[in-house]
């Protein structure tokens, strides 16, 4: 089955700066990568999505970029604020005529910590 | 809609006693997901359905564990009988079914098994 490991663990950064999370993936299958936060005590929530028919998706201050030959995928925030520190999860899917149902497999996640 | 509804959000339970955990996905969705979190393992994938029909429940730890989907509209985890490792927080979600959509996430069930 599909593995996703995630890094790094935990990330602190200063306010203002950039943060960037990693993903790797096993199967080549996979053609949906979403990306969700979590803040303390709250559910997860997707914040951006990309398909393998795309190499970069950007909305406002985050991006993600995917490169499919590698099995990797990232997610960059750029001018970070306080309010992005949360718990960030990377995940994999596939889609071959509706067969996975769906089935998303997470990575580890990362926590972030954005410093005023 | 109001989303993935679970019930109850916090649960307190003594050793040895059955535990039920309550989900209602959103309508029109076909999957459902039971997924456990815990500061060790992150969130794992427990079983999930698909047209109230379980596909795989490799995740599901136990034989403790049990999950139904009676119908299109609700799903039950059950913990029979409960243990201080069950300790977690409990999310469900929901999606279309097709490969390449998000998941919606409940807001959790926080179990506590003393």
């Known amino acids: 089955g599909e593995n996703v490991e995630q890094h790094p663990s935990t990330l602190s950064v200063q306010e203002g700066d950039s943060a960037v999370i990693k993903c790797t993936y096993s199967?080549?299958?996979?053609?949906?990568f979403p990306w969700y936060k979590q803040e303390l005590g709250k559910r997860p929530q997707l914040i951006i999505d990309?398909?393998?028919n795309v190499g970069e998706k950007k909305d406002q201050r985050i991006a993600v970029t995917l490169n499919k030959t590698a099995k990797h995928f990232s997610l960059h925030i750029t001018e970070t604020q306080p309010e992005d520190s949360a718990v960030y999860f990377c995940?994999?899917?596939w889609g071959a005529g509706g067969t996975s149902y769906g089935k998303l497999t997470f990575g580890q996640g990362t926590i972030l910590t954005v410093h005023p | 809609d109001a989303g993935v509804i679970q019930s109850p959000r916090h649960e307190v339970t003594e050793m040895g006693q059955e535990v039920t955990l309550r989900c209602k996905p959103i309508?029109?969705?076909?999957?459902l997901f039971w997924y456990r979190q815990t500061m060790m393992r992150g969130l794992e994938l427990l079983i999930y359905?698909?047209?109230?029909?379980?596909?795989?429940d490799s995740g599901m730890p136990e034989d403790r564990f049990s999950a139904k989907m009676p119908n299109a509209s609700f799903s039950t985890l059950k913990i029979q009988p409960s243990e201080p490792r069950d300790s977690a927080v409990y999310f469900c979600?929901?999606?279309?079914?097709?490969?390449?959509?998000?998941?919606?996430f409940g807001q959790g069930t926080r179990l506590t098994v003393v």
């Open positions: 309508s029109g969705h076909n999957s």
């Open positions: 359905f698909n047209n109230n029909v379980p596909i795989d």
């Open positions: 995940a994999a899917s």
């Open positions: 199967d080549s299958a996979s053609n949906y």
């Open positions: 990309i398909r393998s």
């Open positions: 979600a929901s999606s279309t079914g097709q490969g390449n959509t998000e998941a919606f």
